[in-house]
């Protein structure tokens, strides 16, 4: 150790020596990435002061991508550094069940039973996440707002006060994720209009207690450079998170007249890839004939809620500074778990690949990092925890080797003690990887970027998602930047290059397949006894409209799902 301490000493002498800085990690849900990354369209639309600030004053990494769209399987990907086939947190039912030390999670424990948690735990492999890992360097770790993880974070009485989201939604498990591979053509949500109010005064209530408790906080800390250890504090909001709600003070920062209306691909549903539709549909904007108007206010509505967001995290750094913290002695991180489609391609919430739901705001600023850059270089969310641990003067990285994501330090010129294989290197052509197997998708689909290029590919293990209909997707986001334009048939070359990038991570076939497992595992444990008459009406109040031919779709998919995961079941 001693040996390898010295080889990395002459990279950051004063790093090592110094005192370290403090952390402020800000997180918000569902941000478009794209409206943090100011020189876009996106960003004309609204007014993000704060974050505008910290792009000026820091690093932003504005290609920057959720590992899998949606907020249990992003956060457990993100907290553990490990891309969600490692961990196999594949939806919102199911988050890490165990601590890195292997403490159950208390919510996976009530939901599931012990020995399922257990079962799960064994094979989600992870032996850190962010918060283990900087209070392992000596951080005094501070966790407000929302976690959404599982990791037993919640188990303490205490700590679960002042956080949200256990990671195991539900509660307990949800129908529509356990069948989601029945492609049960139904929406599950509410219509984006029918949650849609720009006129409440009583806005987020949850997210300013989050804030308030923070500023509590940082108040009683002694005054910079008289905290004895250095502090890790997470404030962490739903906003903007869906239902879309806001009112005049916040819709005061939107530029309605730079809001785009989304061009909606032609020919819904026939001529869509099935798997769009049947998003759009499980989102529950198919029937209604949308004006321009309705989804204007749906798009501003949300925009005001970015605004909203910006607010509140002004909040937590004002406090700070009134103390005397500043950019020498605190590191400033601040990201997003997923986008947020906001009417686009026909849909609202996150859980596609396309850019509004995928990308992500990624941005540090502090000590020796550059002011004002814009890195165009890939990035995802899995490079958060290693760059977390380079701020916080990690010197033994041989123990992350397993981690599925790089330091981005260097490529803001800050200092960095993580050794090459760990850091992202300028100029790499990176290629970066997402997934998604959760209920509005109804089979696994694999994102990879790359250069200019998107390629999504999706799941086959069941017939109903031959390779013959569930084709790939392929988008010159470049040149495209609505995504409209599936080049797969006329790029084979490319995507067969993109295919060989996510094949030498894992096999997405394979992947697929043990997602689709799980589901009908949590099925036969946790449905079937139940008995038909409370799993018809759990169908019936969760896909709207549910009828005899879904009735038959779940009845083939459970016949071939036996066939193929437990021949010793026979389903009649
Ligand atoms: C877990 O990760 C370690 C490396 O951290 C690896 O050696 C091991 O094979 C993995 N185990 C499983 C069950 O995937
Ligand atoms: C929760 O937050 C309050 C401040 O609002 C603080 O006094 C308390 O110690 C916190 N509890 C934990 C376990 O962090
Ligand atoms: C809008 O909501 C915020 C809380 O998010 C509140 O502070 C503000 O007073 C409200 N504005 C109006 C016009 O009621
Ligand atoms: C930052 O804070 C430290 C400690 O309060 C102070 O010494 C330093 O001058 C401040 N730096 C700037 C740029 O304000």
Redesign the pocket.
Known sequence: MAHKMLLLMPLAPLLALAKRPNILFLMTDSMDGRLVDFSSVEAQAVELPFLRRLAEEGTSFVRSYANSPQCVPSRTSMCSGRRTD?IRAWSNQKGLAASPSGELDASCVKYYGPEQCSAWA??Q?Y?ETIFSGVARLGYGVRLYGKVDIGAALMNDEAAAANISATGFHGPGPVIDITTRAADIRRPTKREPLSMTSDTNNKVHPEDWKTVERCREWIKQLPPAGQNDAPFFLHCSLNIPHPAFQTNATWLAKVNEDKIVVPQWPAGFPESWHPYDSYMSVSKHVQETSYTDQDILKVRKTYYAMCAEADYLLNQVWESLKDKGYNLSNTYLMYVSDHGEMNMEHRQDWKNSMYEASSRVPFAIAGPGVAKGRRVRQLTSLVDVFPTLLDMAGEVDWSRH??LAGKSVLPLANAPSLAPPSMAVTAGEDRAVVSQYHSNMGNTGSFMVRKGQWKYISFGHTLSAFSPDTYTPQLFDVDEDPGELRNLASQQQQVVEELHQELKKLFDPEEVDRQAKHEDYQVWQRFFVPLGKKKIMRKLKRTYKGFDQEDYKKLRQWLREASQIFDPAVVVV
Do not use: V
């Open positions: 490692q064994k094979t492999n032996s080797s397993e």
